[in-house]
């Protein structure tokens, strides 16, 4: 009896740790670009959903190499980001937060429009990672692709840390974030920056929907739910921090997991309304507070 | 002529701010540029950085015409600009503020090189040696202008541009700011100075040029504008 409490709560916390970790990284996509650019990119999510599908289609219907179709579907979305802030941010010749909003909101439905041409209302699916079937620990199973999910969330971490505190270019495009003109002052070049955010956004945001891709069904909509939960573990974090990113989306992970598992499943998707109503009412700067204020 | 500014116009939406500016700067002087607030002396270090675009008018600097080129370009070139209100990074360290100097050139250059820029900036002000680990945010106006002017030197600037860098300082700091500014054109570096603290730029200053509602009104050497009329009674509170 004791045992099998402890394998639930268990598989629990790896459940939500696993979904938490996904919305980290779409967390951290959306922190890259409002830190350099202050847009709120509401097409975040879509940038999840067109890397699963790429990489699908990559990996199912053109045969490539599993890392090959990783690595590719990566570039693409990325390169989606920064079409995305050519076309559609760019040229706004005086933005407004509420212009830019509702922009990317029709980018949003617009990179929904464009999936579903190309892949229909039918939901998709990828193999795992590695062929394992699945692990057990102290009692739980889970399926290998857990590992991959939060192991790229550490590393992407890791990486994301050493640019930002120990390089140079890390720290210019902080300096761009805080200072666009003092920045260009320096000759640091504003617009490649944030053109590099939004390249990073929209691979930021692949590599989380190609990572749960063979956990759970894709479909061309699956972004907007997704792009939520991201913005909600974003603020819950504080908006811009990326250690607050991290942070944010494991803790909606494990809240809804926990309660899913423990009270009813009704809870999983407005948990994540709840929280961004909570923590706006309570403590709008988030739970990790940045180190510059 | 290291840098000719010819009858520039420049545009804020309808709003004229600069109205046929010409201007020089020979190498290794001092420049100073006096003139009331609104008068558009902001607007025209701007326009030199490449910050603003000029739609008329020609800017040159060491045979290059630097008029429609990026804010990037223009500092390597060697101009670089100390902004008004210091715009130091906050978020940044002082020795990340001071590294951010280095970035247009930090590829190419040897670390040893660095290390010397480093050295020369802790010499010209010893407490930002002291304050290198901590967030600019957090120094002093005085320590934050120094870190501007710190962080303009990082950039090896022939021509440093610094705008109002006395401004809501206190008088102790002023005369240190000065003192440096001194230095460095001792160093070897051309400097174009905005002040409204006019008698003390005029005092270091080769030559001046008094701006009016966009326009030079008036032009000449240093020690002339010192006991100019017109100057002595808007500008010199005599
Ligand atoms: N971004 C802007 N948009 C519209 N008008 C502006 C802008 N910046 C400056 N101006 C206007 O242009 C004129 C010149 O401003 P500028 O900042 O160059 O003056 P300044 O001589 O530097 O003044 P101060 O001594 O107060 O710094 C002013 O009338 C100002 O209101
Ligand atoms: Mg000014």
Redesign the pocket.
């Known amino acids: 009896m004791e045992s099998t409490h402890l394998s639930q709560a268990v598989q629990f916390i790896f459940a939500g740790l696993t979904s938490g970790s996904i919305y980290a990284l779409v967390a951290l996509g959306f922190n890259m670009i409002y830190n350099v650019t202050l847009v709120v990119n509401l097409a975040q999510g879509e940038f999840l959903m067109l890397g699963a599908m790429t990489m699908i289609s990559l990996y199912s219907g053109f045969k490539l190499p599993l890392p090959v179709a990783l690595v590719l579907s990566t570039l693409i979305v990325g390169c989606v980001g920064i079409l995305f802030d050519r076309f559609a941010i760019r040229p706004l010749k005086k933005p407004s937060i509420m212009l830019l909003i509702l922009l990317t909101l029709g980018g949003s439905t617009f990179l929904k429009g464009v999936a579903l041409l190309i892949w229909g209302k039918d939901p998709y699916t990828a193999p795992t990672f590695t062929k394992l079937k699945s692990i057990s620990f102290l009692g739980a199973s889970f399926s290998p692709q857990m590992l991959w999910i939060i192991g790229t969330l550490v590393v992407v971490s890791f990486v994301l840390w050493f640019f930002f505190e120990r390089t140079l270019l890390g720290k210019a495009m902080r300096a761009c974030a805080e200072n666009p003109r003092a920045a260009s002052l320096m000759g640091v070049n504003v617009k490649t920056f944030v053109m590099i955010s939004f390249f990073l956004g929209g691979a930021l945001g692949a590599v989380g929907g190609m990572l749960m891709a063979p956990v759970s069904f894709m479909v061309y909509d699956e972004g907007t739910m997704m792009g939520l939960k991201g913005f909600a573990s974003a603020v819950l974090g504080g908006i811009g921090s990326y250690p607050g990113a991290v942070v944010g989306g494991l803790v909606l992970g494990l809240l809804e997991s926990l309660s899913t598992g423990y009270v009813s499943s009704i809870f999983k998707d407005i948990l994540a309304f709840v929280v961004l109503l909570l923590i706006l009412v309570i403590k709008p700067t988030g739970l990790m507070k940045r180190s510059d204020e | 002529m290291m840098l000719s500014v010819e009858s520039l116009s420049i545009y804020?939406?309808g709003?004229q701010?600069?109205k046929g500016v010409s201007l020089e700067v020979k190498e290794r002087e001092i420049v100073s540029v006096l003139?009331?607030?609104?008068?558009?002396?902001?607007?025209?270090l701007?326009s030199i950085s490449g910050i603003l675009p000029s739609r008329q008018g020609k800017i040159m600097f060491d045979n290059n015409e630097i008029t429609r080129q990026s804010p990037s370009s223009i500092v390597r070139l060697g101009i670089c600009q100390v902004p008004?209100g210091r715009e130091v990074f906050k978020s940044l360290t002082t020795l990340d503020n001071l590294r951010m100097g280095t970035y247009h050139h930090y590829r190419k250059s040897p670390k040893s090189l660095v290390e010397k820029d480093l050295e020369r900036v802790y010499t010209l002000f010893p407490i930002l040696k002291q304050r290198r680990t901590q967030m600019a945010g957090t120094l002093s106006g005085g320590e934050q202008q120094m870190l501007a002017i710190g962080r303009g030197l990082m950039a090896r600037p022939k021509l440093m541009m610094l705008?109002?860098p006395s401004l809501g300082l206190a008088p102790l700091v002023v005369e240190e700011i000065f003192r440096t500014l001194t230095a460095l054109n001792s160093m070897g570096i051309t400097l174009l100075l905005?002040e409204?603290n006019a008698r003390a730029a005029l005092k270091i200053a080769t030559r001046g040029y008094v701006?009016e509602t966009?326009k030079i009104i008036m032009e000449g050497r240093a020690e002339d504008l010192l006991e100019n009329e017109h100057v002595v009674s808007a500008y010199l509170g005599g």
């Open positions: 804020y939406g709003i701010a600069l003139g009331a607030n609104g008068a558009g002396k902001s607007t025209l701007m008004e705008d109002e905005i409204q701006m966009g």
